[in-house]
């Protein structure tokens, strides 16, 4: 092998390590820069409450409330004595609206899906605003 071939693969092999290097370093910081979807465990979950047909809150941990805005909402959501059922299906580990499979019912076996199409944990400011009657 001469000299100026092994140079050449030399710098071959740096040049691909510094791209590599460069490449690694952007996704590390595209994953960073992107917020982690807020995530809990539906044995977590300790109430709830809606204070209209298309808006959820959820007590989780006894201290935080998430916000779900429905896709499709029910009227029956403020009917006293109405049940949310949630159907799991392997994990109960929610991070995003499709992880949900919530029903709700009258109690009287009569079930009515409704869909989640955002999951917002909320800040304690946005809890305390949250009117007492509205609250989970």
């Known amino acids: 092998m001469t000299k100026l071939t092994f140079l050449a693969r030399t710098a071959a092999v740096v040049g691909f390590a510094l791209v590599s290097a460069v490449a690694g370093a952007a996704q590390a ?3 960073a820069a992107k917020p982690r979807p807020p995530c809990f465990s539906l044995s977590d979950w300790h109430g709830w409450s809606s204070p209209s047909r298309d808006v959820l809150y959820m007590k989780i941990r006894n201290r935080d409330v998430y916000r779900l805005d429905l896709a499709h909402g029910s009227n029956q ?3 006293p004595g109405t049940h949310l059922v949630s159907v799991v ?4 580990r929610i991070c995003t609206p499709i992880d949900l499979d919530l029903r709700v019912s009258d109690g009287f076996g009569i079930e009515m899906p409704i869909r989640a199409k955002t999951i917002t944990k909320l800040t304690p400011e946005e809890i305390a605003a949250i009117p007492k009657k509205d609250r989970p």
Request: hydrophobic share 30%; charged share 30%; aromatic share 0%.
């Open 89 to 92: 299906r392997g994990s109960d």
């Open 77 to 79: 959501l403020r009917s």
């Open 29 to 31: 910081q595209a994953a």
